[in-house]
């Protein structure tokens, strides 16, 4: 048996583990969910056990299925859902919190207070390239050292740790030897300054937060130790962690400066390269880094949906109008295409360009002939319509794209990629594999371990699948986006 690189895939429903061949190919996979919690309105939770519990069983399971045996596995890459926010203790390795997920709105009233100061918002966005919103972790690090009991003395005693999911993971299979993380989820939690490429000081006295919380920040493709043998039998480097998206960015093979691609899981991202120079959005989008090699940052900006695949498993899990998220296509395919039925699917507040975390989810346009396909239509269109305001605001902020490539669950739905198509009114490409993410952070373990020498010959195995061309009228899409906008005005509560 030749030599693999194993992906850990670590999302907001689910954990994959992926083993490929050192030339890309797709040896095993196994899956499992586990569930988010929602105590409050605007609360998203996660129990860290269960995280750990599936990530583990996964790689226990592609491990078995496969019949590879773990010494063969030269190399490990971690990629995980961003800016979820956890604190356990550097001695046990207990979180003192559940996991606040990424599209956890609690701290909205935090953020509302901190924007009065006006040069501070300011300083934020030009330090970090992110909107002060609670979207990131600096705010909800805050409040768990605010609200846990002994959390904030803990921790200015150097007693607690701080992670993203993929520094708690990395902790965990390392047996708290390593407390890491990579550039990519450090520029997404609002404390890590882009132009020194270092945690910054003065927003860390801000928020209140001891910087002895904070991991260790490396490039993508590093030394972050190695996973303790006693876990799947061998001691297995970890020598790649990224954030999802920018994994995606990576395993599209979108290197260039102008490059664009858009990922369709729980949310759906669209991240455009920008090279070496930091682009500052005039439009809402966050300037963010796509990747960071050698030392050498890689900019890229980004607009972030917080519901899209999520829109979907509400309307299977909440409506139950549909039994799975399969049998959503061909509803979509029988709905009337005169309806005019909107679905706004702002449950946890609206993410790009608007960024209002007031905002709540509106079913507009109901007539007394609106069924079941119309509304599951809706939600699918929905995901497109949103995708076409990032593009909008990306088309403003002087990136002009000729094409986009997608991926995720979400990609292999033939009605939504045409309808996106017509949407955005230019050609949407599909990879030939839609685990760009988990092969994303394959490649960077597999540069780290000398496979690859060069992004160039990552970039030369990237394969294109099928490709959607726009066929609306330009005045039948633009009828379309228009009703579009005017319920995003209905469902509005804060500023522009």
Avoid at 172 to 196: E, I, P, V, W, Y
Avoid at 314 to 328: N, P, V
Avoid at 405 to 411: E, F, I, L, P
Wanted: hydrophobic letters at 40%; aromatic letters at 8%.
């Amino acid at each position: 048996m030749s030599d693999c690189i194993l992906a850990i895939d670590q999302g907001t429903t689910s954990s994959r583990a992926i083993l490929f061949s050192t030339t890309g190919e797709c040896l095993g996979s196994a899956q499992q969910e586990f569930p988010q919690h929602f105590p409050h309105d605007g609360w998203v939770e996660h129990q860290p056990e269960q995280i750990w519990d599936s990530v583990y069983n996964t790689v226990k399971q592609v491990i078995e299925q496969t019949g590879i045996d773990a010494t063969r596995i030269i190399s490990t890459g971690i990629t995980n859902q961003r800016e979820t926010t956890l604190i356990w203790d550097r001695a046990t390795g207990e979180a003192v919190y559940p996991a606040i997920v990424w599209q956890d709105r609690r701290t909205s009233d935090m953020c509302h207070a901190y924007s009065t100061d006006e040069e501070f918002v300011h300083y934020v966005q030009q330090a970090t390239g992110l909107l002060l919103d609670p979207y990131f972790s600096a705010t909800k690090i805050r409040w768990i050292l605010d609200n846990v009991d002994g959390a904030r003395t803990r921790a200015e005693r150097g007693e607690l740790a701080f992670g993203t999911v993929d520094t708690y993971l990395l902790w965990r299979l390392t047996d708290g030897k390593r407390h890491a993380t990579d550039a990519t989820n450090a520029s997404r939690t609002m404390l890590f300054n882009l132009h020194q490429q270092c945690w910054d000081p003065r927003i860390l006295s801000e928020f209140d937060i001891p910087a002895s919380l904070l991991p260790d920040v490396l490039d993508n493709a590093a030394e972050f130790g190695q996973i303790a043998p006693h876990w799947f039998g061998a001691a297995i480097p970890v020598q790649a962690m990224a954030g999802d998206q920018q994994a995606a960015l990576v395993g599209q093979a979108c290197f260039s400066p102008g490059m664009v691609k858009s990922t369709y899981g729980t949310g759906c991202f669209m991240i455009a390269n920008t090279g070496d120079q930091p682009v500052q959005s005039q439009h809402r989008l966050l300037t963010t880094l796509g990747y960071r090699l050698n030392g050498k940052p890689t900019y890229a900006l980004e607009g972030s949906i917080f519901m899209a695949g999520a829109t979907v498993q509400w309307l299977r899990d909440g409506l139950k109008l549909i039994a799975s998220a399969e049998q959503s296509e061909a509803l979509a395919k029988a709905a009337n295409t005169e309806s005019n039925v909107y679905l706004v699917p702002a449950f946890t507040g609206l993410g790009a360009p608007y960024w209002d975390p007031d905002a709540r989810g509106a079913l507009l346009g109901l007539t007394r002939d609106t069924g079941i396909n119309e509304i599951v239509a809706a939600g699918l269109q929905s995901v497109c319509y949103q995708t076409r305001d990032l593009l909008e605001a990306m088309n403003a902020d002087g990136l002009l794209a000729s094409c986009l490539r997608v991926d995720g669950g979400m990609s292999n739905n033939q009605w939504v990629m045409a309808y996106l198509a017509d949407t955005l009114g230019i050609q949407v490409q599909r990879s030939q594999t839609s685990e760009t993410t988990a092969l994303g952070v394959a490649y960077l373990a597999a540069l780290q371990a000398g496979v690859f020498n060069t992004l160039e010959e990552i970039a030369e195995r990237w394969q294109q699948g099928q490709t959607f061309e726009p066929r609306l009228s330009e005045q039948a899409r633009e009828k379309a986006y228009d009703g579009w906008r005017q319920a995003i005005d209905r469902i509005k509560v804060g500023s522009d």
